[in-house]
């Protein structure tokens, strides 16, 4: 795995956590437990969205708009059920975890439409 995969998955994880980390504190979640679950969620379901985007797109000529929805339908949709599972105070799981992902994903795109 080359230098720079690794980089590009530890940035976009380190991102992540902290901009879905920040939404929750915003929407008002204080759960310390629960602030650990989302970082340990998304430990699991980000690298695993980039690395299949990265090699997908590699690898063939897919839609990459319809890939993007894809994959990030399916991390919604891990992340919901683990927080409906594991989480102590989220009273609508897969909501949160559409929102927060949007949330992020859209910040994502701003900063690399900035920069």
Do not use: C
């Not at 530890?10 to 956590?17: F, P, R, W």
């Not at 939404?23 to 695993?48: A, E, S, Y």
């Not at 980039?50 to 949709?77: K, M």
């Not at 994502?108 to 439409?113: A, P, R, S």
């Amino acid at each position: 795995m080359s230098v720079s995969l690794v980089a590009s998955l530890a940035l976009s994880l380190g991102l992540t956590i902290i901009l879905e980390a920040g939404f929750f504190l915003i929407v008002g979640k204080r759960d310390k437990k629960d602030l650990l679950l989302l970082v340990l969620v998304n430990v699991i379901t980000n690298p695993v969205v980039v690395l299949s985007y990265s090699l997908v797109i590699l690898y063939t000529n897919w839609n990459t708009r319809l890939l993007l929805i894809g994959l990030e339908s399916l991390a919604v949709v891990v992340e919901g059920a683990l927080y409906a599972r594991y989480g102590r105070q989220f009273r609508r799981p897969f909501l949160f975890a559409l929102a927060a992902n949007l949330f992020s994903f859209g910040t994502g795109v701003l900063i690399q439409w900035l920069f």
